[in-house]
């Protein structure tokens, strides 16, 4: 016994010495993490070990090249937009010109004019949007989803591409292999035999990947015709619909939008696809001349762990920093890093009327716990702080100031920020920015306000569920 205990804890030393560099190697991006890692393979070497091949390890090192070939690919033979569409400073307010400036220099997107955009906060409302929208397609329809269930809804929206695919539409249909894992052969058989064109987002093609959940794609997308598009928070499934007893109501923010924007979030699809796939998508019918068809100036931005920069973290820190009067952020996971923390903070501090609205008691013990952790800070910060009660809250949506706002997939956490690949709309329109903070006022009549004087007497037993989580916020 005694020399099995001896040899289990010489295996474990050797392997905390063969992980540590690997943990040094690539963890970059946050000291915090890297810190965190470090202490777990080092107290648990076994457990730690294994949460980090799980949790830790990108593998994009592999997978960046190609990710990058297939960006360089279609970006260099797509159709541009025509200049005319380019959005000029001399339309913005100052707030509005430095996040163009800094949104147009790591997305490498140009805003445009001409778009017309409705916000859609109805799951009923919004899937009957989408399933009218792909009745008239004509052409094509592209669809990249990050959860699509086989239930009712995901059924009748496989039926009708199959309808449509059979009266001559090409759809290709990219889905995220761990996401949507409860997609079956039997389920997508039909859709093949359709002539519809599947694929599933890497990594996640060999048996060594899989092991890791980071590098998904989390995002919402759909193309008709290169004319109409969807994008924001929502998945496929029953949930969506407020249809599963656990989450209840289901409280969401998508997008559809027409004009430009619409073929930035075709770039998209078609870079995703390229990638999966191989095949380029540039032909010039998915990318029809787009028209001005509305007032809106907006943008679309992506972002993923193959870019050098942190797209949406630069650009909801910057956004924050950039507030003079209000910041509204509604997320379903707040699990932020400690900059973005000091941004809330900050804005708070020099007089912004700052309010974060996230997911309450529906939301997934850890990350709510991990959320919680950061509330000592804010509060005293003077940062208003709510939990919603009605139901699940899915949205992800920013505004700043009455001007700015940003609506898409990413959360306000790291894997978002991080890890997964994920795509916004950022809409330079006082209307929309109203609009969304119509809603976000009426959300807060079904949450709850985190009030000090209660929060700071709150028991041991929290604090210890908190600082537990906390440890693992850089994977949440």
Known sequence: MNTALAILSVMGYVLTLALLPVVLLTKKQQSVSTVAWIMAIVTMPYVGAFLFTVFGINRVGRRIRGKQVATETVTRTLPQLARHHHLHHDHLNATQQELRRLAERVADTHATVGNRVQLLIDGERTFDEIAAAIRQARFSVHLEYYIWQPDRLGTKLRDLLIERATAGVEIRFLYDAIGSGKLTHHFLKPMRDAGIQIASFVPGQSLRERWSINLRSHRKIIIVDGQVAFTGGMNVGDEYLGRDPHFGHWRDTHLRLHGPTV???????????????????????????????????AQIVSGGPDEDEAVFHSLYFSAINAARSQVTLATSYFVPTPSLVSALESAAQRGVATRVLISGPKTYWATLHAARSNFDSLLKAGVEIYEYQDGQLHSKTLTIDGCWSMVGTPNFDARSLYLNFEVGAILYDKGLAEQLEHQFAEDLNHAKRIEATTWFARSNWDRLQENFCRMFSPVL
């Open 263 to 297: 073929l930035q979030l075709q770039e998209v699809f078609a870079i995703d696809w390229k990638y999966a796939t191989g095949e380029e998508l540039t032909h010039d019918s998915f990318f029809p001349q787009p028209e001005h068809v509305g007032a809106v100036y």
